[in-house]
Nanobody
Framework: QVQLVESGGGLVQAGTSLRLSCAASGRSFRSYTMGWFRQVPGKEREFVSG????????YYADAVKGRFTISRDNAENKVYLQMNSLKPEDTAVYYCAASIVVTFSTNPNAYIYWGQGTQVTVSS
């Protein structure tokens, strides 16, 4: 069992940065692939970024590639999403999620634990 708690969201202007954090409880955190997803009202939850259990492989959606950076600290049971050059279209609720699927997936159904989400609003 893993519990995830996101933090770091807020209201910012376009072009600025935010760093989201996700704190995980449980002894098996280092065994999980971690992902960040986002969702806006009326739309499906979409993949943003992911990182394998060891942190050796990272993945990004095309929309955020080059602007966002995912990282994890297995000693602290945390995963981070550094978001730079934010755009109004990045506005969404951001969720942290954990997966035990061996093959990396961007499908939300592959992730079994979810946080409650943190709101990110980017004004133009």
């Amino acid at each position: 069992q893993v519990q995830l708690v996101e933090s770091g969201g807020g209201l910012v202007q376009a072009g600025t940065s935010l760093r989201l954090s996700c704190a995980a409880s449980g002894r098996s955190f280092r065994s999980y692939t971690m992902g960040w997803f986002r969702q806006v009202p009326g739309k499906e939850r979409e993949f943003v970024s992911g990182i394998r259990d060891s942190g050796g492989s990272t993945y990004y959606a095309d929309a955020v590639k080059g602007r966002f950076t995912i990282s994890r600290d297995n000693a602290e049971n945390k995963v981070y999403l550094q978001m730079n050059s934010l755009k109004p279209e990045d506005t969404a609720v951001y969720y942290c999620a954990a997966s035990i699927v061996v093959t990396f997936s961007t499908n939300p159904n592959a992730y079994i634990y979810w946080g409650q989400g943190t709101q990110v609003t980017v004004s133009s």
